[in-house]
């Protein structure tokens, strides 16, 4: 468009702008899986931390590539680093987590709702995860070890393909020695020398302890997993409303105004990604919406 | 072999046998023996003939399908509160897996031509079992088809 | 000649030799007019630097999958309806840079868009884009986060509506509430009334702004009978409407109907070409990608439309979530019809009948939905 005529001056610049990343650094990186890897993050600039809340997830841009919408796995108390754990899948996640030591990386966030941690108290609590879905739950596992007194039963169940697609080994191994929670990992199929379950994670739940009327369900992970482990939920007694899935779309802004994230009347920057299974269900069991 | 009367309290808080009426826990744990197995010790081997149907009461066993390139491959494990032991009332009564214990694992060995010959002669009885085992079976197809759409992945 | 500022409410006649004056008006207090013009045959909106750049003697003829610009030879100003251009255009670009990315001796840095905002003077604005830009301000204005560039150049934009004194081919506002007399959301509102030999505008004042506008334009306070023309006329132009698209219930409706066998039907004509997405004035659906300069010392990114009618427009890592023409073509309704409604508190479709004019095999929105209210009757009749 050739209109010059008319200026009312420059854009409103810096923080209203919020398609305009904060630059961090990769500070270290750690391989998970075969192409899954965790990277902290600092701000490049000042020491400002970055506070969110357990499910909350952030634009990170890798130069020149583009931007993926990544969930933020880090200890929400500890807000001075950013810790992202991120699958090189596409050429932006390939990009990030190719990175080396010191590459800056643009980061736009936390966007979205959180996992109710908070509202959960007195509840028992299970974690359902599969696959890469332990990462956008560690920091409300991390929110609810840190106030273990408030809550009942807590139990872990996760799921992976293979010993080798599992997230956080050492630190399952850790939680494992707790006295004040129980985890159960399950793969698919296992070589020899494997000590823990074989089978989904749908089976573990009959072994978990919970008392169905007071039981907060958080699960995350791929949208079968999810819709045959809520199903398992609602079987045993917790209701829909306990519930809560984080679901995935594909989304450009994070801000509500691109419209690719759409699940039926939501949108999954704003309203998700997470949901109680009781509002997100209708939607989520419908094909191709 | 343990006194009877110890045995029917257990099978009666096991999941399989939950809701069964005192007449039928009694049929049953006639049939009954306690055993216990050691870490890597085998319940049953594929092609054994099929003389046992286990009911777990705590531990871990791995049910294997060995191959010759890949060794013994884990498929499913199985745990307290739940059976090990398929189609043990079909001919040929034969085992087609491997099962070994991963750790310690305490369970209850039911003696399959025992088991028959009671659901025979008391077809109640067997109507009961079959709905256990239907049911038991339900819950191995969805989690071999869970596993066979692959529900980690995309 | 209007010496001081008019009052809001008030309603003036402006003779259409004397509009160039509020041409003048505008341009002088340093907005960029744009507005209805002949770009190649094209109904389009772009610069207008005179009212001679206005399609004067124009009409349109529109109808499903056809568009006609015609000389008529009678002098009108504003004698036709929309064209497949929207106000859009301006203030939400199709094409646009957000910001750049340069690198610097330790990594790189971010440079914002540093375009500079025009202050727009929108000349011609019928009710129903009216009604599109009071939607959009809610898509990118009235959420948790503003879009900078939209929310600069719609705060500045002075507005001149224009209300219909035609019925378009395809247009349906009528039936929605939106038009085709614009009630609000304007700084001025020109009616033209050209009969028994008589030509004129009636200008109603919307806001003080508009009114200071009209000093130094010569206008005089318009007569009653003036005033009854352009209203009759307006009010004839709603009865003329062929097609209505009744929203009452609507969002209920389309809930009710996500497995629909209308959806097989209309897909087997829909090309999923996203024609309707181009042309619909509400559609704020967009896309961003990266540039990067042939050195690699300047990425970009920009800010593109995008269509929700493509496979990419889904995708996620694995595949596309709307593989079928049919469960695109439902997004499409469906968010236009009753999503939008739970997302922003009105419809997203305005009744402009752009998406019917400018579908190559002449899809009709309101056709589409009374198809579905009618297989919903059929039913009923069955049971």
Not at chain 2, 29 to 44: I, S
Not at chain 2, 102 to 130: F, P, W
Not at chain 3, 238 to 265: C, I, M, V
């Amino acid at each position: 468009m050739a209109l010059k005529k008319g200026s009312a001056g420059s854009l409103p610049a810096g923080d209203s702008d919020p398609m305009l990343p904060k630059l961090f650094r990769v500070e270290k990186r750690r391989r998970e899986t075969q192409d899954t890897f965790t990277l902290v993050l600092k701000p490049a600039q000042g020491n400002e931390g970055f506070p969110f809340a357990p499910g909350q997830f952030n634009m990170l841009y890798a130069f020149g590539r583009g931007e993926a919408p990544i969930s933020i796995s880090g200890d929400p108390a500890q807000p001075q680093t950013l810790v992202h754990t991120i699958r090189a899948v596409g050429a932006v996640t390939q990009a990030i987590c190719g990175g080396d030591r010191g590459e800056v990386v643009g980061v736009r966030g936390p966007f979205g709702t959180p996992w109710p941690v908070a509202a959960a108290k007195e509840a028992d609590v299970v974690f359902v995860a599969g696959g890469l879905g332990l990462a956008p739950l560690r920091p409300a596992i991390y929110q609810v070890l840190a106030q273990r007194d408030d809550y009942g039963n807590v139990e872990l169940i996760y799921g992976a393909r293979t010993p080798q697609d599992m997230l956080y080994r050492r630190e399952l191994e850790r939680w494992r020695g707790r006295f004040d929670m129980r985890v159960h990992v399950t793969v698919d199929a296992a070589p020899p020398g494997w000590r823990a379950n074989v089978g989904v994670v749908t089976n573990i739940i009959p072994r978990t302890r919970f008392d169905p009327a007071h039981t907060v369900a958080l699960i995350c992970g791929p949208g079968i997993m999810m819709r045959f482990t809520a199903q398992e939920f609602l079987n045993r007694g917790v209701k829909a409303e306990n519930i809560f899935v984080s679901m995935e779309r594909h989304m450009k802004c994070g801000v509500r105004h691109c419209g690719r994230c759409q699940l039926g009347p939501t949108f999954v920057c704003q309203d998700g990604p997470v949901y109680s299974y009781a509002y997100i269900k209708e939607w989520f069991e419908r094909r191709e919406i | 072999m343990e006194p009877m009367e110890a045995m029917e309290p257990i099978l009666a808080e096991h999941p399989f046998f939950q809701g069964l009426e005192p007449g039928h826990l009694k049929l049953i744990a006639e049939c009954a023996t306690r055993v216990q197995f050691k870490a890597n010790q085998y319940l049953c081997k594929e092609e054994q003939e099929a003389h046992q149907f286990y009911v777990i009461l705590h531990g871990r066993v791995a049910v294997e399908i060995f191959s010759a390139r890949r060794g013994p491959i884990t498929i499913q494990t199985v745990g307290e509160g739940e059976v090990l032991g398929w189609l043990w009332f079909l001919q040929p009564y034969h085992w087609h897996v491997d099962a070994r214990a991963t750790e310690v694992t305490r369970a209850i060995a039911l003696d399959v031509q025992c088991l028959l010959s009671k659901c025979e002669k008391n077809h109640e009885l067997g109507y009961q079992l079959m709905k256990r085992y239907a049911h038991s079976l339900a819950v191995q197809f969805r989690v071999a088809k869970f596993q066979l759409a692959d529900i980690y992945g995309t | 000649m209007a010496q001081t500022a008019v009052k809001v409410g008030s309603k003036v006649v402006i003779a259409p030799q004397h509009l160039q004056q509020l041409f003048q008006s505008l341009q002088s207090r340093g907005y960029l007019l744009v507005g209805p013009t002949l770009d190649q045959g094209n109904l389009v909106y772009a610069e207008l630097t005179s009212v001679a750049d206005l399609p004067r003697g124009f009409r349109d003829e529109q109808q499903g999958g056809s568009f006609r610009f015609k000389r008529q030879g009678n002098g009108a100003l504003f004698g036709y309806g929309v064209g497949q251009q929207s106000w859009k255009k301006f203030l939400f670009p199709s094409d646009w840079p957000l910001w750049q990315a340069r690198r610097t001796q330790d990594g790189w840095q971010v440079v914002p868009s540093q375009e500079e905002v025009p202050r727009f003077a929108f000349m011609g604005v019928h009710s129903c884009d009216l009604h599109a830009l009071a939607v959009q301000d809610r898509v990118f204005i009235h959420g948790q986060y503003a879009d900078p560039t939209y929310q600069a150049r719609r705060e500045g934009a002075f507005i001149v509506a224009v209300n219909c004194t035609q019925a378009g081919g395809t247009c349906f506002c009528a039936s929605l509430g939106t038009g085709p007399k614009a009630a609000s959301g304007f700084d001025l509102c020109l009616t033209e009334v050209l009969q028994d030999d008589q030509h004129y505008l009636v200008a109603e004042v919307g806001t003080v702004r508009g009114g200071e506008i009209l000093a130094g334009v010569s206008c005089r306070e318009a007569r009653g009978q003036e005033v009854a023309a352009a209203e009759s006329l307006v009010a004839g132009a709603a009865r003329r409407q062929s097609r209505s698209l009744d929203p009452r219930g609507l969002k209920e409706l389309l809930y009710r109907n996500y497995d629909s066998p209308r959806w097989d039907e209309v897909a087997a004509r829909c090309l999923t070409c996203g024609n309707c997405t181009m042309v619909c004035p509400t559609c704020f659906c967009h896309t961003i990608k990266d540039l990067t300069d042939l050195n690699g010392e300047i990425a970009e990114r920009r800010r593109y439309w995008e269509v929700c009618f493509t496979l990419d427009f889904s995708y996620i890592h694995g595949g596309s979530i709307r593989v079928s023409p049919q469960s695109r073509y439902r997004q499409w309704l469906t968010h236009k019809l009753a999503t939008w409604v739970d997302q922003f508190g009105c419809l997203g479709c305005i009744g402009c009948g752009r998406c019917i004019t400018w579908c190559p095999v002449a899809i009709d929105i309101t056709a589409e939905v009374q198809a579905i209210r009618e297989s919903e009757a059929n039913l009923g009749q069955g049971e």
